[in-house]
């Protein structure tokens, strides 16, 4: 994240601490996506990450007023957007586990991986093999490499230890290169 876009978002936040409306509605505008997105990687829901998202602005505009560090409002709303996917994932355990069961069986299915040879091929066996490790680790590579959070925001968003985070990352690089090196993509 850019410091520009935290900065307009730390505005944004203060002029909603102090009751505009139109400022709040900006707010919603540029994080509704992300939110969704956060709740998607647990969930695996598009339509549930949807009601997830929503149920986390009412907190988010309810308890704005209360966030001392306008800084912090990204780390801030995807950790209510995390508590609230794991809330929705302990209601659904049951139903989860018989689609997560289902779901590994497709994925047992074997993928040729030598006809691919342009770019997107590269990256499509990227996302299968990220997609091959455990969620925890899986949502601290996506939130460290394509959102660019730090280490210590990850921390709060996952309501987790700086080390746990560390760890996650160094673990997840190092299963992502034994995977790709099984499947003859290291150089």
């Given at each position: ?10 505005l ?16 919603v ?36 007023h ?122």
């Open positions: 994240m850019t410091n520009t876009n935290k900065t307009f978002d730390s944004l936040v203060l002029q909603c601490q102090s009751g505009n409306k139109k400022a709040a509605a900006i707010l505008k540029r994080w509704h996506e992300k939110l969704c997105k956060q709740a998607y990687w647990y969930s695996k829901d598009i339509e549930a990450s949807k009601d997830i998202a929503q149920d986390s602005w009412s907190i988010i505009l309810l308890k704005i209360n966030l001392k560090d306008p800084n912090s409002f990204g780390s801030w709303a995807l950790t209510i957007v995390t508590r609230k996917s794991y809330d929705w994932l302990r209601k659904n355990k049951k139903e989860l586990e018989g689609i997560n069961s289902y779901g590994k069986s497709l994925d047992q299915t074997p993928i040729d991986y030598d006809t691919e040879e342009n770019d997107d091929s590269i990256m499509i066996v990227l996302k299968k093999s990220i997609k091959m490790l455990p969620s925890n680790q899986q949502m601290v590579l996506h939130l460290f490499y394509l959102d660019g959070y730090s280490v210590k925001q990850i921390a709060e968003i996952a309501n987790v230890s700086t080390g746990t985070i560390k760890s996650r990352l160094f673990t997840a690089r190092e299963k992502l290169k034994l995977i790709l090196k099984n499947k003859n993509h290291e150089k």
